[in-house]
């Protein structure tokens, strides 16, 4: 079974551009996770979406943040415009159903992007 | 607001020693309660779950974690340490808000060092 894939695995930016992230979930899982990873800390979540309808964006930073899910398959992530304290690890989880305690979420390799 | 604590940012045993991660949760309800790994340059990985049954919980590569509720606690142990078992381990509480549930939130991370 293919995991959750994630391109580009490697990114580098100066403030204020913009960048986009894509995600391919393992096929016919409903949910779609992205979480945010600072270096030293644990990932944080910041958009869930079910299907192709968003779940809970709360924090999300949507000034600058955005994300879709077409289809409800794929899925991008985008900033616009970037800034230093965005540097991070960008995750992309699935899982088969709607969440909760007895779904398991799999992750994909994520993608490290560098604001200079 | 509900969270996990992570004592430790880095664990060095010798191989074949014990290993021991330890993870705190801060609740009055108990949570659900999940072990994930993270190998260098790889999305994370669930090692192990609590949801409410059995409160010593077996995982994959001979892990296992005892959840107290009366310490709070849910530390991740293994007998006898590999050097493939070097990586970084994150506990997530997934909070459990009486039949509906949150999403998971991640500590810190402990990264473990095998030392031959």
């Known amino acids: 079974e293919a995991g959750v894939a994630q391109s580009p695995r490697y990114k580098i930016i100066e403030k204020r551009q913009s960048v986009a992230f894509w995600c391919n979930p393992i096929?016919?899982?409903?949910?779609l996770y992205w979480y945010q990873q600072i270096l030293g800390q644990g990932p944080k979540l910041l958009i869930q979406f079910q299907n192709n309808g968003v779940v809970d964006d709360s924090q999300l930073p949507k000034d600058r943040f955005s994300a879709e899910r077409l289809k409800g398959v794929d899925s991008t992530l985008k900033i616009q415009p970037a800034k230093l304290e965005d540097s991070a690890v960008y995750l992309c989880?699935?899982?088969?159903?709607?969440?909760?305690?007895?779904?398991?979420?799999?992750f994909g390799p994520g993608t490290r992007l560098t604001v200079l | 607001a509900q969270s996990v604590t992570q004592l430790g940012s880095h664990v060095s045993v010798s191989e074949g020693a014990l290993v021991l991660l330890r993870c705190n949760y801060s609740s009055s309800v108990p949570p659900y309660l999940f072990w994930y790994v993270q190998y260098p340059n790889q999305g994370l990985q669930l090692l192990l779950k609590?949801?409410?049954?059995?409160?010593l919980v077996k995982g994959i590569n001979g892990f296992e974690a005892e959840f107290k509720k009366s310490e709070t606690s849910f530390h991740l142990t293994k007998p006898s340490a590999h050097m493939s078992d070097a990586a970084e381990y994150f506990c997530a509480v997934l909070p459990n808000y009486g039949g509906s549930q949150g999403n998971l939130i991640f500590g810190k991370g402990t990264k473990l060092s095998v030392k031959p």
């Open positions: 609590y949801t409410s049954a059995a409160t």
């Open positions: 989880a699935s899982s088969l159903l709607g969440g909760g305690n007895t779904d398991t979420q799999y």
């Open positions: 096929s016919g899982h409903a949910t």
